[in-house]
Protein backbone atom coordinates (compact mmCIF):
# COMPACT_ATOMS: atom_id res chain seq x y z
CA UNK A 1 0.00 0.00 0.00
CA UNK A 2 1.24 3.48 -0.97
CA UNK A 3 1.65 5.93 1.54
CA UNK A 4 3.03 8.78 3.09
CA UNK A 5 2.41 9.19 6.91
CA UNK A 6 3.51 12.71 8.55
CA UNK A 7 4.44 13.05 12.33
CA UNK A 8 5.88 15.36 14.32
CA UNK A 9 3.89 18.88 13.94
CA UNK A 10 2.50 20.64 17.12
CA UNK A 11 2.17 23.91 18.75
CA UNK A 12 5.42 25.94 19.84
CA UNK A 13 6.07 29.64 20.82
CA UNK A 14 7.82 31.72 17.87
CA UNK A 15 11.54 31.39 18.06
CA UNK A 16 11.12 27.28 19.41
CA UNK A 17 12.11 24.45 16.82
CA UNK A 18 10.04 21.58 15.27
CA UNK A 19 11.42 18.41 13.26
CA UNK A 20 8.85 17.37 10.97
CA UNK A 21 9.39 13.25 9.53
CA UNK A 22 7.29 11.50 6.52
CA UNK A 23 7.67 7.99 6.36
CA UNK A 24 7.02 6.46 3.06
CA UNK A 25 6.02 3.08 2.06
CA UNK A 26 4.74 1.13 -0.93
CA UNK A 27 7.40 3.02 -3.40
CA UNK A 28 10.86 3.06 -3.85
CA UNK A 29 11.73 6.20 -1.52
CA UNK A 30 14.93 6.76 -3.24
CA UNK A 31 13.83 7.83 -6.98
CA UNK A 32 11.20 9.40 -5.92
CA UNK A 33 11.75 13.80 -5.09
CA UNK A 34 10.31 15.21 -1.62
CA UNK A 35 9.06 17.90 -0.99
CA UNK A 36 6.92 19.32 1.92
CA UNK A 37 4.46 21.75 1.21
CA UNK A 38 2.32 24.20 4.09
CA UNK A 39 -1.00 25.74 3.65
CA UNK A 40 -2.43 28.21 5.80
CA UNK A 41 -5.81 29.05 6.37
CA UNK A 42 -7.37 30.80 3.27
CA UNK A 43 -3.79 30.55 1.11
CA UNK A 44 -2.70 28.46 -1.37
CA UNK A 45 -0.57 25.34 -0.71
CA UNK A 46 2.92 25.89 -1.25
CA UNK A 47 6.26 24.70 -1.65
CA UNK A 48 8.28 25.15 1.58
CA UNK A 49 11.32 22.30 0.74
CA UNK A 50 12.43 19.71 -1.78
CA UNK A 51 15.04 17.42 -2.31
CA UNK A 52 16.17 14.60 -4.83
CA UNK A 53 17.01 11.50 -4.32
CA UNK A 54 20.47 12.36 -4.56
CA UNK A 55 20.47 15.19 -1.99
CA UNK A 56 19.95 18.04 -4.11
CA UNK A 57 17.58 20.64 -1.66
CA UNK A 58 15.63 23.82 -2.88
CA UNK A 59 14.33 26.54 -0.10
CA UNK A 60 10.97 28.87 -0.78
CA UNK A 61 13.13 32.31 0.41
CA UNK A 62 11.01 32.67 3.69
CA UNK A 63 12.44 30.06 5.30
CA UNK A 64 16.37 29.69 4.17
CA UNK A 65 18.52 29.53 6.93
CA UNK A 66 15.84 28.58 9.20
CA UNK A 67 14.56 25.07 7.86
CA UNK A 68 16.18 22.41 6.71
CA UNK A 69 15.46 19.33 4.52
CA UNK A 70 17.13 16.00 4.67
CA UNK A 71 16.28 12.53 3.51
CA UNK A 72 17.15 8.87 5.22
CA UNK A 73 16.87 6.49 2.34
CA UNK A 74 18.00 3.62 4.52
CA UNK A 75 14.46 3.93 6.44
CA UNK A 76 12.33 5.70 3.47
CA UNK A 77 12.04 8.73 5.88
CA UNK A 78 12.14 12.66 4.78
CA UNK A 79 12.49 14.94 7.50
CA UNK A 80 12.07 19.06 7.98
CA UNK A 81 13.74 20.42 10.43
CA UNK A 82 12.66 24.04 11.73
CA UNK A 83 14.31 26.34 13.45
CA UNK A 84 13.60 29.92 14.55
CA UNK A 85 9.91 29.31 13.85
CA UNK A 86 7.52 32.18 13.55
CA UNK A 87 3.99 32.97 13.59
CA UNK A 88 3.57 33.31 9.85
CA UNK A 89 5.01 29.46 9.48
CA UNK A 90 1.66 27.84 11.10
CA UNK A 91 -0.35 25.63 8.81
CA UNK A 92 -0.97 22.65 7.67
CA UNK A 93 2.57 20.69 6.46
CA UNK A 94 2.00 17.98 4.05
CA UNK A 95 4.46 15.45 2.41
CA UNK A 96 4.79 14.76 -1.05
CA UNK A 97 6.57 11.79 -2.87
CA UNK A 98 6.95 13.25 -6.57
CA UNK A 99 7.78 10.11 -9.12
CA UNK A 100 7.74 9.42 -12.95
CA UNK A 101 4.16 10.00 -13.60
CA UNK A 102 2.42 9.88 -9.82
CA UNK A 103 2.39 12.55 -7.20
CA UNK A 104 1.40 10.81 -3.93
CA UNK A 105 0.59 13.08 -0.94
CA UNK A 106 0.27 12.83 3.10
CA UNK A 107 -2.34 13.67 5.14
CA UNK A 108 -0.71 16.71 6.30
CA UNK A 109 0.53 17.47 10.27
CA UNK A 110 -0.54 20.73 11.80
CA UNK A 111 2.02 23.26 12.81
CA UNK A 112 0.58 26.21 15.21
CA UNK A 113 3.07 29.03 15.92
CA UNK A 114 2.47 31.88 18.96
CA UNK A 115 3.43 34.96 19.08
Known amino acids: QVQLAESGGGLVQAGGSLRLSCAAS????????MGWYRQAPGKQRELVAG???????TYVDSVKGRFAISRDNAKNTVYLQMNSLKPEDTGVYYC?????????WGQGTQVTVSS
Open 51 to 57: ITGGGSV
Open 26 to 33: GISFRFYV
Open 96 to 104: KAKGIGDNI
